[in-house]
Nanobody, 122 residues
Framework: QALVQESGGGSVQPGESLRLTCVASDNVDTSGYMAWFRQSPGKEREAVAISSTGGGHQKYDNAVEGRFTISVDWAKDTFYLDMTKLQPEDSAMYFC???????????????WGQGTQVTVSS
């Protein structure tokens, strides 16, 4: 069974930072693209950061451009989302997912984790 696991969420104050971590089991195809999505209650799941797993092609949503960064540690097969200058509107459940090509559509990603909650409030 393919397994994707996120961690690192939490409650922070505006302006603070968090690092989210995503680990995929060996039977997850990580040769294409990975993405970080987020979803707030009553809203659709949206892609905030998408990257080729080699790191050569990255795109960020305008709302997080310059604040969020995807990186990968291949020695650990671990993917990260570094989030800085967090704002209340960044509060959401964050998911990592893997797919074969670049897309902002969640349906194009076929390996998902259960999510990790990020809450930003003063």
């Amino acid at each position: 069974q393919a397994l994707v696991q996120e961690s690192g969420g939490g409650s922070v104050q505006p302006g603070e930072s968090l690092r989210l971590t995503c680990v995929a089991s060996d039977n997850v195809d990580t040769s294409g693209y990975m993405a970080w999505f987020r979803q707030s209650p009553g809203k659709e799941r949206e892609a905030v950061a998408i990257s080729s797993t080699g790191g050569g092609h990255q795109k960020y949503d305008n709302a997080v451009e310059g604040r969020f960064t995807i990186s990968v540690d291949w020695a650990k097969d671990t993917f990260y989302l570094d989030m800085t200058k967090l704002q209340p509107e960044d509060s959401a459940m964050y998911f990592c997912a893997f797919g074969r090509w670049f897309s902002r559509n969640p349906e194009d990603f076929n390996a998902w984790g259960q999510g990790t909650q990020v809450t930003v409030s003063s």
